[in-house]
């Protein structure tokens, strides 16, 4: 089946320790989407990528970068997490509309824990 | 900004309807419609672009007033599989090749037997 894959489900490190969490896909989506989402809020979009174009929203902290190496993988790097940094991150993708938004696909989601 | 939802939470009976209200402070292009179980990934309900249609998934139909920049999203005879938070997501007017959406502040409905 067609699906959306993040790897780790879980993990936990230690402040300030560096963590990457991985997405891939095998839908074949040129769009692919970073989320965090933290307890009892919502996804609030941290970048998304349109094929190999990277788009970074103006609040998402230097701290977390991200590589697309090519379309069916994605990357999120945190260099120095910190506390505040413990959430939920989810990974989605769609099928470009036009320049438009269409049905997002989420993975699992990571869980991350900054102790 | 980030969209308002309404009610933030709902418990209903099973067959029970509920409406739950997303409004934005921008003008919208797209309305998108999410439920999320919990600890569960978000998933997809429907997209009701500008226009004002209203679209339907068996019991779950939603409304799209572009001139109100606000949609509705009408679940008839509630079942106990519908009970998770619902999101909408908004996809601003002149975001033409931005491809992004803005989340809702969520409503958690529970259904009880």
């Known amino acids: 089946d067609a699906m959306v894959i993040q790897n780790p489900r879980y993990q936990v490190t230690q402040f300030g320790k560096p963590v990457t969490l991985s997405c891939s896909q095998t839908?074949?989506?040129?769009?692919m989407y970073w989320y965090q989402q933290k307890s009892s809020q919502a996804p609030k979009l941290l970048f998304h990528?349109?094929?190999?174009?990277?788009?970074n929203e103006a609040d998402t902290p230097d701290n977390f970068q991200s590589r697309r190496p090519n379309t069916s993988f994605c990357f999120l790097d945190i260099r120095s997490p910190g506390l505040g940094d413990t959430a939920m991150y989810l990974c989605?993708?769609?099928?470009?509309?036009?320049?438009?938004?269409?049905?997002?696909?989420f993975g699992p989601g990571t869980r991350l824990t900054v102790l | 900004q980030q969209p308002v939802q309404s009610p933030q939470a709902v418990i209903l009976r099973e067959g029970e309807d509920a409406v739950i209200n997303c409004s934005s402070s921008?003008?919208?292009?797209?309305v998108h419609w999410y439920r999320q179980k919990h600890g569960e990934a978000p998933v997809f309900l429907m997209i009701l672009l500008k226009g004002g249609e209203q679209k339907g998934h068996e019991k779950i139909s939603a409304s799209f007033n572009e001139k109100k920049q606000q949609s509705s999203l009408y679940l008839t005879a509630s079942q106990l599989s519908y009970s998770g938070t619902y999101f909408c997501?908004?996809?601003?007017?002149?975001?033409?090749?931005?491809?992004?959406?803005?989340f809702g502040t969520g409503t958690r409905l529970t259904i009880i037997p």
């Open positions: 997501g908004t996809e601003i007017g002149s975001n033409f090749g931005n491809e992004k959406l803005t």
């Open positions: 839908l074949n989506h040129n769009v």
């Open positions: 989605a993708t769609s099928r470009d509309l036009g320049g438009r938004v269409n049905e997002q696909f």
């Open positions: 990528y349109y094929d190999k174009d990277f788009n």
């Open positions: 921008k003008a919208l292009y797209s």
